[in-house]
């Protein structure tokens, strides 16, 4: 680490924003569900800040590379999110809970983005420790997801949205505190055209599209395992726990990236983690009742997410010059968002149509063709860290 490397004022930042995501993921639809709503409605619901995340980033994302000023962006998409979702204690309406939905998340998702061009900025040559600073956001929502696993045993789910809104207040706080750093043009890419020229390079929408096919399958998960789970019995504090153990996982597999870049080629990592996602998502839709069989499933959530997002945000960082990075980024989240749109829609629909060993067969099918594209399209001069 050198000594201008901002590492824990970055680090802060990813901490207080995967909490959100800590408490977002497992409970929102259990809140939901507890305000009354049906699994199609609540589907819905959970859909709609994945549908603005399909717009959201490229908007802010084409901002940022226009003016430079990411930083900025950050700090007011941040005090945004928190202005917008203080509606919620205004009604419990579908209506008014579908555009708090949207509005807060359509600030919500400008952030992300542009923060990992900033981060990625601060670390210049260091690119490859990336994973160090963001297993941060890991701890974040380990620490998030067992304390609000445990409060709900105590309490009512009354309480989400202050839990919510404590939340965002950290996220602005710590944007705060960030110093600003501007990307250097990679050289790979240098001289290439602007981001179409650059979009349409061997394996690129390739691997967008196998982006926009994982986050998919992860719809079943994110919308309905904490209902799952506690249909089959599991208590909620122990729900958290096992929350908490994927993202544990993820953390020991940040730890270790930067030497699996090193061995294995970003193709080899994205093809190994879609085909493990396949197997995650047959073994919770059918075997879920068996804690041991559960246990496994969560711990491969390092390969399903960590490997996964570790190995995409070098690969576009690799594909994009200076000028792109923030389109480029924003094209990765509006994908994931799109995905997981789609995911949450279809799940919900199905839930309770189809069960959910079929729908989370539905989401292991989309893991498996994510894993047939990259095989297939993504150069093997995506090697080691490289990319095309």
Known sequence: MTAALPYWRLSSFYWFYFSLLGATAPFLALYFHHLGFSSARIGELVAIPMLMR??????????????????????????????????????????????????????????????????????????ARYSQIRLWGSVGFIVTVVGLGQLFELFSLDAYPWALVGIMAGIVISSCWVPNAQPQQHPGVAGEGGFLAQLRRPGVLAFYASVALMQLSHGPYYTFLTLHLESLGYARGLIGLLWALGVVAEVVLFLVMNRLLARFSLRQVLVASFLLAALRWLLLGNFAEHLAVLLFAQLLHAATFGAFHAAAIHFVQGSFGARQQGQGQALYAAMAGTGGALGALYSGYSWNTLGPAWTFGIASLAALAAAVIIAIRLPASATRGECP
């Open 54 to 127: 399909c717009v959201a980033p490229n908007l802010w994302g084409w901002l940022g590379d226009y003016t430079g000023r990411r930083l900025a962006i950050v700090r007011f998409g941040a005090f945004c999110t928190l202005l917008c979702f203080a509606g919620i204690f205004v009604s419990h309406s579908y209506a008014w809970l579908a555009l708090i939905m949207a509005g807060h998340a359509f600030f919500w998702h400008a952030v992300l983005p542009q923060f990992e061009v900033i981060t990625l900025a601060h670390l210049r040559e260091q690119a």
